[in-house]
């Protein structure tokens, strides 16, 4: 029971170690050796979403550049509303 929890200890030791940046030159060693980080318990609580962010700005360009432009001309109806103030 000591040396399990001796064991994994020394193992989460290791794992914050090795994803911790070095003082020299301020990458991990993981990144150094292998490339990339070692995924946490808090990369999967916490995912990375810049490839939602990006489908999302995708996305919004896409009906952005299919909006159809209006043309107003001088004397032309519309409606309006102000939502300045307390008055309707």
């Known amino acids: 029971m000591i040396r399990e929890l001796l064991n994994t ?11 911790a940046p070095h003082s020299t030159t301020n990458e991990s060693h993981n990144i ?3 490339g ?15 490839s939602k962010v990006a489908a999302n700005l995708q996305q919004q360009a896409k009906a ?3 909006a159809n432009m209006r043309n107003l ?3 032309d109806t519309v409606l309006a509303c102000d939502y300045r103030g307390h008055q309707r």
């Open 64 to 66: 952005h550049s299919q």
């Open 9 to 19: 200890k020394l193992a989460s030791f290791l794992l914050s170690y090795r994803n």
């Open 36 to 50: 990339r980080r070692l995924r946490t318990h808090f990369d999967l609580i916490r995912p990375d979403i810049t």
């Open 73 to 75: 001309h001088r004397e």
């Open 32 to 34: 150094l050796i292998f």
